[in-house]
Nanobody, 117 residues
């Protein structure tokens, strides 16, 4: 089945940066497109960014993070990353990763991102 562990979240000032990691174990993720989602308190989980399988040469983003966030992958490390720059209050949420478009892992515990203004 495998497992996903997200990390790298924390408290950052508005305008700051964070780099999130999503480490997979139990099976290789190189053949899967991967994505990040986030869920703010009291809101539904929403798609943030996705990256294609294998070389990851294609990525797409929700409009509100385009130009500020970058998704990448390192198949040798079985890990997906999300570089987040110019963070805003509205980016505060718990961030999760999974395969995309169909989620084939159980959801991990996520990593909390908090933004202070």
């Amino acid at each position: 089945q495998g497992r996903l562990v997200e990390s790298g979240g924390g408290l950052v000032q508005a305008g700051g940066s964070l780099r999130l990691s999503c480490a997979a174990s139990g099976r290789a993720i190189r053949e899967y497109a991967m994505a990040w989602w986030r869920q703010a308190l009291g809101k539904e989980r929403e798609f943030v960014a996705g990256i294609s399988e294998w070389s990851g040469n294609s990525a797409h983003y929700r409009a509100s993070v385009e130009g500020r966030f970058t998704i990448s992958r390192d198949n040798a490390k079985n890990t997906v990353y999300l570089q987040m720059n110019s963070l805003k209050d509205e980016d505060a949420a718990v961030y999760y990763c999974n395969t995309h478009p169909r989620q084939t892992f159980d959801w991990g515990q996520g990593t909390q991102v908090s933004v202070s203004s």
